[in-house]
């Protein structure tokens, strides 16, 4: 079951909390995938997957819908919607505004969409109106290595700026150290034998903790909704609660 999402290799001696998000999320429906289920209900389930990954469980649907195993798909990612489904029922604001039929009615983003929001949206993407200013956040030579194994280098010599108004993005498959690199910037929030240098408008910051993290205007928006304070044993000795920073 696990070869059938793409976890053949998995350990299956580790604790699944131990694991990130996106692999949990996979062990969930291979899990279910094993009850032999008739009905298969996925809410957002490739929200913390890549897209890779993403694609993966797409085709396991339609897999599964040759071996005439219903699924019920809840998704923001119309473009996932409309590869698998056939058929589209739009919601807003508790009510039913349209259901679309793959062959019988138009389907495509814009369609979807306006049903989405209740009117035409003619800029999806608007122009950019901040101005970029000069650095505000540096990080030199950033190194973590992992909770649990000290030996593991997790985040190796990572070195970034981000300017005032700026959007910065880190882009990698799942478990290439994104979530990592974030948590331990916030406060050494995930890792152990962490080192390296933050710079805050020009200035050193001396980072030990998340309080310090938050004194020093930093947050941190957790990629996993469900759970507001990541397990220890997980992410290293320090509780946080995401909802107060």
């Excluded at 929200?47 to 195993?69: P, W």
């Excluded at 990612?77 to 807003?92: C, F, G, H, P, Q």
């Excluded at 138009?106 to 999806?124: F, H, P, S, Y």
């Excluded at 690199?181 to 710079?199: D, N, V, W």
Aim: proline share 3%; aromatic share 4%.
């Amino acid at each position: 079951m696990l070869a059938k999402v793409g976890l053949e290799n998995e350990n299956l001696n580790v604790p699944v909390s131990s694991l990130g998000v996106g692999k949990q999320q996979l062990i969930e429906i291979a899990r279910a995938m094993a009850k032999q289920v008739e009905l298969l209900i996925l809410d957002e389930p490739t929200a913390a997957l890549n897209d890779e990954e993403s694609k993966r469980l797409l085709n396991i649907m339609l897999e599964l819908k040759k071996h005439g195993i219903t699924c019920i798909m809840i998704s923001h990612k119309l473009n996932e919607i409309s590869y698998v489904a056939d058929s589209i029922t739009v919601i807003r604001d508790g009510k039913t505004i349209e259901t679309l039929d793959k062959g019988k009615d138009e389907i495509n983003e814009d369609r979807i969409i306006k049903g989405m929001v209740g009117r035409e949206l003619t800029n999806r993407y608007p122009e950019r109106t901040s101005e970029i200013k000069d650095n505000i956040f540096e990080v030199e030579n950033w190194n973590a290595y992992h909770p649990d194994d000290p030996d593991r280098h997790v985040i190796q010599n990572v070195s970034f700026h981000v300017k005032a108004g700026e959007v910065v993005g880190f882009a990698g498959l799942m478990g290439a150290g994104r979530t990592e690199l974030a948590m331990s910037l916030f406060g050494r929030s995930y890792g152990q034998k962490i080192s390296g240098t933050i710079k805050i408008n020009g200035k050193q910051a001396l980072i030990r903790n998340v309080r310090d993290a938050i004194n020093n205007k930093l947050a941190y928006v957790s990629e996993d909704r469900k759970k507001l304070r990541p397990d220890p044993d997980r992410h290293g000795k320090r509780k946080y609660d995401a909802g107060s920073s």
